[in-house]
């Protein structure tokens, strides 16, 4: 059997988030869970039985060598479910990580992104002004009441439709002409801390979603005979998020797309003003620039580490090319991204990911070998049928995937030299497949994601991210009553409540610290400067990525000049999306990552005992999902 050679928190974090209970009757939170070996055997055979790929049994061995041997993976979306009911049910946005939606109609967009959220898909929203703008004015104030009797207006089903009913209901009274007053039970839904057999993990209860329907409600109700800004789309999208992630299932990761000349929006963030509700904090926010001269110089308010640096998003740039300077695949519908940015989306589009751990390959045949089978799982899974119209439309029309390459600065130049070439030869694969199967070509093939959780697993440096460090702590979220906590401070490691940003403790979650290290002569955030940084997008977005570069450009204060000079040099042409954070001191409590000194290491190493290749029972809550930003999912 191959060996697996796990990351130093690689095979804790995959027990936390992808290893299901061996029996999923049942509802018992301790009963044991899956090991790798079975996780993988689980997805290789629903790649035959669910997605009808078609391996052989030779192509199942080697596949399975792969895998095991961390060359690359699958989706965390695919470890998690396939082989599961969930995707006979529920098809293709079972297994899709991301999704993207234009806001401009009052009802629609609102429940698809809570559907596809409590789906576990990540959503990206377009909320730019001229889009808001198509949305009508809202016609009336409504009372919306919790009233858990039998005689409400409306109960609510104890099922993801039911609460995205409750609220289509509530935006749906509020633009037509018949809305009127109602009430709500929610005296069907189970309590909290219920198992939710289908998706995994457990039940919020009811408190978070009445909390969230009435502060929509509210923002709606002040806008009556007005036109909804997008501050407030913002906010109701935010507010959305917040009902979902309360089940301690799902990170319902966001990213909001605005106009760069909007001050509300881009205040939206601005933590040292107060008084910024804490919702907020649900989505990565961006701007559209397609030229980078335009920029307002308000833009870099955000950056002082006064509040969260904003992204930019160049989608003329995404229309037109796939890699830099290939204009025989443009992307000409292209609206936005999804929350990491790596994958440009048209509205109602989804997509598929999976990985690549570029270090661990051997050689050109091993890399080529996977992406063969990496790009027939993805290719496979886009074809299911969609319980979303819209999306099922778009996604079978375009196919589109993301091979992702991560652990690229740990990566020899002999490896990187590898991508260039395997990029032509699998657009060449994908027309011979493609057709064979009396598919679409794919759109867009290729991708560079923050995968923050799958390279865990193997220890690799995320995406095109350098080390944070050479010695840090690494914190982990989970559900405060996941039997996995109990575990973490058996074995020594520090556990304490999420902190919301006014301070007070969500005791939903738990935040893990864990201490880790990179091998000696990884490339350090420490010693590349933020211009190198940017030189690293532009080179995988030359030679692999056809969709983007997903890349949070670790930055100092005194950097910013020769950030914009840069951008102004290269942006309009070279960048399709890109982020930034403070390396330091950029205000966030409880960061993915801090960094520590030898010593610090080495002491919190000497108090724990290791979690590695440990076997136990307990079963987690499949919480967190996070990307090198600490907020995508890659689940």
Same mark, same amino acid.
């Given at each position: 059997?191959?060996?697996?050679?796990?990351?130093?928190?690689?095979?804790?974090?995959?027990?936390?988030?992808?290893?299901?209970?061996?029996?999923?009757?049942?509802?018992?939170?301790?009963?044991?869970?899956?090991?790798?070996?079975?996780?993988?055997?689980?997805?290789?055979?629903?790649?035959?039985?669910?997605?009808?790929?078609?391996?052989?049994?030779?192509?199942?061995?080697?596949?399975?060598?792969?895998?095991?041997?961390?060359?690359?993976?699958?989706?965390?979306?695919?470890?998690?479910?396939?082989?599961?009911?969930?995707?006979?049910?529920?098809?293709?946005? #079972?297994?899709?990580?991301?999704?993207?939606?234009?806001?401009?109609?009052?009802?629609?967009?609102?429940?698809?992104?809570?559907?596809?959220?409590?789906?576990?898909?990540?959503?990206?929203?377009?909320?730019?002004?001229?889009?808001?703008? /198509?949305?009508?004015?809202?016609?009336?104030?409504?009372?919306?009441?919790?009233?858990?009797?039998?005689?409400?207006?409306?109960?609510?089903?104890? #099922?993801?439709?039911?609460?995205?009913?409750?609220?289509?209901?509530?935006?749906?009274?509020?633009?037509?002409?018949?809305?009127?007053?109602?009430?709500?039970?929610?005296?069907?839904?189970?309590?909290?801390?219920?198992?939710?057999?289908?998706?995994?993990?457990?039940?919020?209860?009811?408190?978070?979603?009445?909390?969230?329907?009435?502060?929509?409600?509210?923002?709606?109700?002040?806008?009556?005979?007005?036109?909804?800004? %997008?501050?407030?789309?913002?906010?109701?999208?935010?507010?959305?998020?917040?009902?979902?992630? #309360?089940?301690?299932?799902?990170?319902?990761?966001?990213?909001?797309?605005?106009?760069?000349?909007?001050?509300?929006?881009?205040?939206?963030?601005?933590?040292?003003?107060?008084?910024?509700?804490?919702?907020?904090?649900?989505?990565?926010?961006?701007?559209?620039?397609?030229?980078?001269?335009?920029?307002?110089?308000?833009?870099?308010?955000?950056?002082?580490?006064?509040?969260?640096?904003?992204?930019?998003?160049?989608?003329?740039?995404?229309?037109?090319?796939?890699?830099?300077?290939?204009?025989?695949? %443009?992307?000409?519908?292209?609206?936005?991204?999804?929350?990491?940015?790596?994958?440009?989306?048209?509205?109602?589009?989804?997509?598929?990911?999976?990985?690549?751990?570029?270090?661990?390959?051997?050689?050109?045949?091993?890399?080529?070998?996977?992406?063969?089978?990496?790009?027939?799982?993805?290719?496979?899974?886009?074809?299911?049928?969609?319980?979303?119209?819209?999306?099922?439309?778009?996604?079978?029309?375009?196919?589109?995937?993301?091979?992702?390459?991560?652990?690229?600065?740990?990566?020899?130049?002999?490896?990187?030299?590898?991508?260039?070439?395997?990029? /032509?030869?699998?657009?060449?694969?994908?027309?011979?497949?493609?057709?064979?199967?009396?598919? %679409?070509?794919?759109?867009?093939?290729?991708?560079?994601? %923050?995968?923050?959780?799958?390279?865990?697993?193997?220890?690799?440096?995320?995406?095109?991210?350098?080390?944070?460090?050479?010695?840090?702590?690494?914190?982990?979220?989970?559900?405060?009553?996941?039997?996995?906590?109990?575990?973490?401070?058996?074995?020594?490691?520090?556990?304490?409540?999420?902190?919301?940003?006014?301070?007070?403790?969500?005791?939903?979650?738990?935040?893990?610290?864990?201490?880790?290290?990179?091998?000696?002569?990884?490339?350090?955030?420490?010693?590349?400067?933020?211009?190198?940084?940017?030189?690293?997008?532009?080179?995988?977005?030359?030679?692999?990525?056809?969709?983007?570069?997903?890349?949070?450009?670790?930055?100092?204060?005194?950097?910013?000049?020769?950030?914009?000079?840069?951008?102004?040099?290269?942006?309009?042409?070279?960048?399709?999306?890109?982020?930034?954070?403070?390396?330091?001191?950029?205000?966030?409590?409880?960061?993915?990552?801090?960094?520590?000194? /030898?010593?610090?290491?080495?002491?919190?190493?000497?108090?724990?005992?290791?979690?590695?290749?440990?076997?136990?029972?307990?079963?987690?809550?499949?919480?967190?999902?996070?990307?090198?930003?600490?907020?995508?999912?890659?689940?």
């Amino acid at each position: 059997m191959t060996e697996t050679p796990w990351g130093s928190i690689g095979y804790i974090t995959y027990k936390r988030t992808y290893a299901r209970r061996l029996d999923d009757s049942t509802e018992d939170a301790g009963a044991p869970t899956e090991e790798f070996p079975q996780t993988i055997d689980r997805v290789i055979k629903a790649c035959n039985t669910q997605l009808n790929v078609g391996f052989t049994p030779a192509e199942e061995e080697e596949l399975r060598s792969l895998l095991l041997g961390l060359k690359g993976s699958v989706a965390g979306r695919f470890l998690w479910q396939l082989g599961t009911n969930t995707v006979n049910k529920l098809g293709l946005l #079972s297994l899709q990580n991301c999704a993207f939606v234009t806001i401009n109609e009052p009802v629609r967009p609102f429940i698809w992104t809570m559907d596809a959220l409590m789906l576990g898909s990540g959503v990206g929203y377009n909320i730019q002004k001229e889009n808001v703008a /198509e949305i009508p004015r809202v016609k009336r104030s409504i009372k919306v009441t919790r009233k858990d009797t039998k005689d409400a207006d409306f109960i609510v089903p104890d #099922s993801r439709e039911g609460w995205v009913e409750l609220l289509k209901k509530t935006l749906k009274y509020h633009f037509s002409e018949d809305g009127r007053d109602f009430s709500y039970s929610t005296f069907c839904l189970r309590g909290k801390g219920a198992p939710i057999k289908s998706f995994g993990g457990v039940s919020s209860g009811p408190e978070e979603l009445c909390w969230g329907i009435n502060e929509i409600n509210n923002i709606l109700n002040a806008r009556v005979n007005k036109k909804l800004r %997008p501050i407030d789309v913002l906010d109701i999208m935010n507010i959305i998020g917040y009902i979902v992630v #309360s089940g301690n299932v799902r990170r319902s990761a966001q990213i909001a797309i605005g106009d760069m000349e909007d001050m509300q929006y881009l205040n939206a963030k601005r933590w040292d003003k107060g008084n910024i509700p804490n919702w907020r904090a649900m989505s990565n926010n961006s701007v559209v620039c397609n030229d980078i001269n335009y920029l307002p110089e308000q833009f870099w308010q955000g950056y002082a580490g006064n509040g969260e640096p904003y992204g930019l998003i160049n989608l003329k740039l995404a229309r037109e090319v796939g890699r830099l300077g290939e204009t025989k695949y %443009p992307d000409p519908n292209v609206q936005g991204v999804n929350p990491c940015g790596e994958q440009t989306l048209e509205s109602w589009e989804s997509c598929c990911l999976s990985e690549i751990f570029l270090p661990n390959i051997a050689s050109l045949d091993e890399l080529r070998k996977l992406v063969s089978y990496l790009y027939r799982i993805n290719k496979h899974s886009l074809a299911l049928p969609c319980h979303l119209k819209d999306t099922q439309e778009v996604v079978h029309k375009n196919m589109r995937m993301g091979i992702g390459i991560t652990g690229y600065l740990q990566a020899s130049e002999e490896q990187k030299s590898w991508l260039r070439s395997t990029y /032509e030869w699998l657009r060449a694969y994908d027309v011979q497949y493609s057709k064979e199967h009396g598919w %679409p070509i794919s759109i867009k093939l290729t991708t560079t994601k %923050p995968s923050g959780t799958l390279s865990l697993l193997a220890g690799v440096t995320s995406g095109v991210h350098p080390g944070y460090s050479q010695y840090f702590i690494r914190r982990i979220r989970m559900a405060s009553n996941s039997p996995l906590v109990k575990m973490c401070k058996d074995h020594g490691y520090p556990v304490e409540y999420q902190k919301n940003f006014d301070g007070s403790d969500d005791r939903n979650t738990v935040v893990v610290s864990f201490p880790c290290s990179y091998p000696k002569g990884t490339i350090l955030a420490k010693d590349v400067t933020a211009i190198q940084q940017l030189e690293y997008v532009k080179e995988l977005q030359s030679n692999w990525s056809d969709n983007a570069v997903s890349c949070t450009v670790y930055y100092r204060k005194e950097e910013l000049p020769e950030i914009k000079e840069w951008l102004k040099n290269n942006y309009n042409n070279s960048i399709k999306s890109v982020s930034f954070l403070l390396h330091k001191e950029h205000g966030f409590i409880q960061a993915p990552f801090e960094e520590i000194s /030898e010593a610090s290491y080495n002491a919190m190493i000497k108090r724990v005992k290791p979690l590695t290749n440990v076997s136990f029972n307990e079963s987690d809550i499949n919480e967190s999902f996070e990307c090198a930003s600490g907020v995508c999912p890659v689940k």
